[in-house]
Structure formats: structure tokens, C-alpha cells
């Protein structure tokens, strides 16, 4: 318990240290202040305001990806196996997110011809996301916050400076209150696995002119303990707070599917049938590339978000759970 504990001291201090650096400004001294909104107005939100919360750096101090540069497979040398990506597929035209660099930058503003893309990814819940962006955000242009709330990034649209939710995709603040993300369905997976299924797959490169160490994960401290940097609005100790799940919704109703229920719940090709809110899904587990996905019945891919077990039910505190095998 000692040991846990010095390896979340020290953390919280890489993080708290982090955010400063990548804002070029003061590290935090006594964690987020709830009070300082980063300049967004903020008076018309959903949720309480004090559970809006700085996350350490300014607005736009982590720095979306406004021009990706992307690259074919055997140019991607810089993936190992096992490197985690987000892999999305439009068009028939498969792309993948790497997280070494998503950690760094949050967001990806893409293109699939004339459909302007938002990709989103949260390294404190673990949650990587795509939503269509053209219809709702003017020009499809999203940027980090700095803000979080129930330790989730809120992301911003630049048309009206209103706060999104990335998990809920929804806007929490300013005019676009209430407008909802239209969600894509996206893979978490891993680099050998997407490219085993993808082979002709485009990755999105290192070279942004950015300036980052996409060698170092800066993160990979914190995924290892069970505490939390920032405050969430509901808790549940049925698992593990950063044990992973797949969480899904049919028509407001979420389900909760724990990997290590999956594990035992699983037929021999990895697939689980079930039935939420009255329509089936499928489920698909892999434990070799710790990675699931939620299909309907037609087996046609589902958005499903896979997170941290605390991030889902704090967005989710009434959530569905995959019984016990």
C-alpha cells in the first residue's frame, strides 16, 4: 500500500508538472480551482458549477490537431504492437488515432471528404470518441478547454465558445446548450490488431509540428493506481475504479460491460449476444488486445465508448451491468 501510494505522489506531481510545462505557466499548487472557468462563460450550464473544474492548463494549452498529416502502414514505424490506437472507418476508408499522440493533444480535427470529423480522446477516463462535427459546431472546429468535468474533458466548439461533454456529447454551457454529438462508432484497440483487420489503413502521423515527446506517455503512472486526480459527482465500488468496460446506450438506456465479466461470459470466438432496452446487441471481446466492441442485430458496428469503470458510471450512475456468469 506504501509503494501505491509514493507511485501516486509522484503522479500527481509528473501530471501537476506536466500541465504546467505544456501551458507554460505556473504548476498547480493545491490542485484544480473550481472557480476558474479559463475565461468561458459559463453561467448558463447544465451541470453544478462547481463541479466544473480546471484541469491545469489554459484554453487551447493542449493543442488540437487542426492538420493531420496521414500516413500509410508501412510508414508508421514508429507504432509498436502493443501501442494503443483509435481506429475509425468511413467511407470504407479506415484510419487510426494513435493514443501516443492523442495523449498529448486531445483533439484531432478531420476530414473524410466533405464530412468534417471530430476525434476526441480523454487520458484521465480513458475515453476515445468520434462524432460528426459539421452540422453542429459552424465550421467543425473543436478545441481543449482545460476544463473538466466528473474528470472528463470538456471540449469547446470555436464557433460559440459553448463547453461539450465529450463522454455524454452534449454541451453543458453557452448557445449550444443542449445540442447533442451525433456519435461514430470508433475502436480502441491495439496497432497490431486494427492493422491485422485494416491492413490498408492510413495513420495519422507524428510529424504535427507540434513539438511533443509522443515517446512518453505521461499518463501511464496514474493508469496504474486506483486513485483519481479530479472530483467526480458519483462514485460505485462494484469494480474497480479504472478497470475497463465497454458502455453503451439504446434509446437513454446505458449498459455497463465489465472486461472481467466479458472474460467468463464470452462464447469460444469471443462474442456475447444480449438484449438492451429491448433490442439485441452483440458484443465482441478480444482479452489479447484488450479491446471490445457492441454491434445491433443486423451486426452493424454501434457507437460504444470503452472507459474507466468511474468515468462511465459517473456519466451513468443509473447504468445497466453484464451479470455475472
Not at 473538466?148 to 459553448?162: F, I, K, Q
Not at 445540442?179 to 490488431?193: C, F, I, K, S, V
Not at 458496428?301 to 468515468?311: E, G, H
Amino acid at each position: 500500500m506504501m509503494t501505491q501510494l509514493h507511485t501516486w505522489v509522484r503522479t500527481r506531481a509528473v501530471l501537476l508538472g506536466w500541465a504546467a510545462a505544456f501551458c507554460m505557466g505556473p504548476a498547480l499548487a493545491a490542485g484544480p480551482d473550481p472557480g476558474d472557468t479559463n475565461g468561458f462563460d459559463v453561467g448558463n450550464a447544465s451541470v453544478p458549477l462547481s463541479a466544473i473544474q480546471r484541469g491545469g492548463p489554459p484554453k487551447d494549452g493542449i493543442p488540437a490537431i487542426d492538420q493531420p498529416k496521414f500516413v500509410g502502414a508501412d510508414q508508421a514505424g514508429f507504432l509498436k504492437d502493443g501501442d494503443r490506437v483509435l481506429g475509425l472507418v468511413l467511407g470504407g476508408e479506415p484510419r487510426a488515432y494513435p493514443v501516443r499522440i492523442l495523449n498529448w493533444h486531445e483533439v484531432v480535427n478531420d476530414r473524410f471528404g466533405k464530412r468534417a470529423v471530430l476525434v476526441s480522446y480523454c487520458p484521465l477516463c480513458g475515453t476515445g470518441m468520434a462524432f460528426e462535427a459539421s452540422d453542429v459546431a459552424g465550421d467543425g472546429q473543436f478545441g481543449v478547454s482545460g476544463l473538466l468535468y466528473n474528470s472528463d474533458v470538456l471540449l469547446y466548439d470555436r464557433a460559440t465558445h459553448s463547453l461539450w461533454s465529450q463522454i455524454i456529447g452534449t454541451a453543458i454551457s453557452g448557445p449550444r446548450k443542449g445540442a447533442r454529438l451525433q456519435a461514430l462508432p470508433m475502436t480502441h484497440t491495439t496497432w497490431a490488431d486494427w492493422l491485422r483487420r485494416h491492413p490498408k489503413t492510413r495513420v495519422l502521423s507524428d510529424d504535427t509540428g507540434l513539438g511533443r515527446d509522443y515517446d512518453r506517455d505521461p499518463y501511464a503512472a496514474y493508469a496504474a493506481v486506483p486513485q483519481l486526480m479530479f472530483d467526480v459527482q458519483h462514485r460505485d465500488d462494484r469494480f474497480p475504479t479504472k478497470e475497463w468496460v465497454l458502455g453503451i446506450e439504446v434509446d437513454g438506456v446505458a449498459k455497463a460491460y465489465p472486461f472481467s465479466r466479458l472474460a467468463r461470459a464470452v462464447n469460444a470466438r469471443g462474442e456475447l449476444a444480449d438484449r438492451v432496452n429491448g433490442k439485441t446487441v452483440h458484443i465482441r471481446f478480444d482479452a489479447g488486445s484488450g479491446s471490445a466492441e457492441a454491434f445491433d442485430a443486423q451486426r452493424r458496428a454501434l457507437p460504444a465508448t470503452m472507459a474507466y469503470w468511474f468515468a462511465w458510471v459517473a456519466f451513468h450512475p443509473r447504468t445497466e451491468v453484464l451479470s455475472a456468469p
